[in-house]
């Protein structure tokens, strides 16, 4: 298009020069041919910009992450000349269609009309824009080409996907730690305390009582931690969306992954996270489980969430801090969540530590060890490998 500006610049100088040395009848067309093209293809662009038509429609506005949809968009010449060179330019940052040649210009006769069908991927979970973008129109000479957002947008609404997990192998080591305390929890030299009224029956020490003649039960560390519990943590860390879509989306399928997990073994375990404040739900099986997907799927990320502090929060009053094992979701790993590693510990728990990032953490991962391990999670992993 460049080149094509340049020669017609210097054929509009040459027929200036004509006019200029010569004069005459031919000298005067062409210059005043060479001035005037330049407009008309200005004002065919901008007839082309209130006339041109395009529709586009997707089977559901409602998505779920990698799942195709059906997709269509209509070019449409409803004048009574021909359109040369048009184009459409999709979105793509967070969603993709199939089958669809880039960078095609259309060109479309009076009346003639351009349907495309295909199917639409959206990338990630949230509300964005999907389908045709802009249009670009480039004139008969190709002088000049204008772009335009395409003002019928469509907004989709994307719910994350669920990844079936047939094993957890990042908790392999938890589960040796697990069988081995409950052999421990068998012998004879358990921490004692006396007995209380409300006290559960299994938890009497039997020899100690004989001993001491009074009742007594187990005080060993995390006797009373039972179940599982998972935190997420819902702070948003960018401004571009381009940034935070991406991490937030995985954080989500990390969760989702590790409650159906659960779920589908009828295990009972509770997900907290925060919105303004601490959000907890008990899962009981697939029928709950149902019930968390559709409450996730509309939680919000905030900048204003403090991860941490909902977290001491949630672990202070809820059902997090009597687990016996807590999955914490997180972007980052810092000091204060390596503390608070410890301080599960102290308390009895087993705490792992999925880190959804893509810069490395081999600094933390060679502090877990024991009754704490930190995973990390990249953004663009197949959750099968890592969880």
Known sequence: MKKRRWIFLILWLLSLAAITCYGGAVSYGLFWGM?????????????VYFRFKIYQEIGSRSMVCGR???????????????????????????????????????????????????RLVCRYRGE???????????????????S?????????????????????????????????????????????????????????????????????????????????????DMRRYSRDRKEYLPLENKMLEVLLALALFFAGR???????????????????????????????????????????????RALAGGSLGHSKVVLLILHEMNEALLGLAGRLSAAGALAVFYVVTDQSQESCIRQSGGRCKIVRVPLDAELEDIL
């Open 148 to 232: 335009y957002a395409n003002p019928g947008t469509i907004k989709a609404l994307v719910s994350p996907r669920i990844v079936s997990l047939p094993e957890l192998k990042s908790l392999e080591d938890v589960r040796t730690i697990l069988r081995r305390e409950a052999f421990a929890g068998t012998e004879p030299d358990a921490v004692v305390r006396d007995y209380v009224e409300g006290d559960p029956l299994k938890q009497i020490h039997w020899k100690a009582a004989a001993r001491e003649g009074k009742l007594k039960v187990r005080t060993r560390t995390g006797e009373e931690k039972e179940g599982i519990g998972i935190f997420c």
């Open 35 to 47: 001035t005037l093209l330049p407009a008309v293809s200005l004002g065919y662009i901008v007839w």
């Open 266 to 312: 009828e295990m009972s375990f509770s997900v907290c996270y925060g919105q303004g404040g601490p959000v907890e739900h008990r899962v009981r099986g697939m029928r709950s489980f149902e019930e968390l997907y559709r409450e996730v799927g509309g939680v919000t990320f905030r900048e204003e969430e403090d991860g941490l502090r909902t977290l001491e």
């Open 68 to 118: 195709p949809e059906s997709y269509f968009f209509v070019l449409k010449n409803e004048d009574f000349f021909a359109y040369a060179g048009v184009s459409v330019r999709l979105y793509s940052d967070f969603s993709y269609v199939e089958e669809l040649p880039g960078d095609v210009e259309y060109e479309l006769l009076p009346g003639g009309r351009y349907t495309f069908e295909t």
């Open 128 to 146: 964005y824009e999907v389908g045709v973008k802009e249009v670009v129109v480039t004139d008969f000479l190709r002088l000049f080409r204008i």
